[in-house]
């Protein structure tokens, strides 16, 4: 059971071009984090939300937590070549310390 | 910030062969790490909670004895696969919570190691 589906799995986009990627569940977390991996490395966090109806800006990057704490996105605007990578979110529940890992959504900009 | 090391980066080795990993928090210590497997272009899935000073913790579906862990310090965890076969061919991350992260659950993660079996 995949309890963080995330879409779209896969996206090519040219330079310049906005794009969303989704994370939803029905289950609550406490916390939801992004982060992004490079090939052949580990995971960089990139941002965590907690509150409900949160929203954080990280230069051309703007992360959402739904209100219900159930669901989040990242919207990237302009996107730029140095912005590929696999992107992956995670939620936390309780104080196990344990991140559930949705799919991830492999990011080609084409310059 | 904190940051997590893996030893080795890669590995390959033959089939049959017992191979060893090392993850350490190189600059704060860690009463918990995660180790997890990847592969290539999929999500990142969690093997199993290693326990400074206890058992590890495996995930539904994770052979115990086919994945030793031992956290032998508050600064290094290790994951032996045992008797490996190409099916273990996979990169391996170990991540590790960052102080005072709380309930918020962040964790830094190491570099990975890729393991080949032949």
């Known amino acids: 059971t995949q309890l963080l589906e995330q879409s779209p799995q896969f996206l090519s986009i040219q330079e310049g071009e906005n794009l969303t990627v989704y994370c939803n569940s029905s289950s609550v977390f406490s916390s939801l984090q992004w982060y992004r991996q490079e090939p052949g490395e580990g995971p960089v966090l990139l941002v965590t939300v907690v509150t409900g109806g949160e929203v954080k800006k990280l230069k051309r990057l703007t992360f959402q937590f739904g209100d219900a704490r159930k669901d989040s996105s990242l919207h990237i605007t302009a996107a730029q070549p140095g912005d590929t990578g696999l992107y992956l979110c995670?939620?936390?529940?309780?104080?196990?310390?344990?991140?559930?890992f949705g799919q991830g959504t492999t990011l080609q900009v084409k310059p | 910030g904190a940051v997590v090391s893996q030893h080795p980066s890669w590995v390959i080795c033959k089939s049959g062969t017992s191979v060893k990993i090392e993850c350490r928090s190189l600059d704060f210590q860690a009463t918990t790490m995660f180790w997890y497997r990847q592969f290539p272009k999929q999500s990142l899935m969690l093997m199993a909670t290693s326990n400074e000073g206890s058992k590890a913790t495996y995930e539904q579906g994770v052979e115990k004895d086919k994945f030793l862990i031992n956290h032998a310090s508050l600064t290094l965890s290790t994951l032996t696969v045992t008797s490996a076969h190409p099916e273990d061919s996979s990169f391996y991350i170990c991540s590790a919570p960052t102080e005072g992260s709380g309930s918020y659950n962040e964790q830094f993660f190491g570099p990975g190691t890729r393991l080949t079996v032949l």
């Open positions: 995670a939620g936390g529940r309780g104080n196990t310390g344990k991140l559930i």
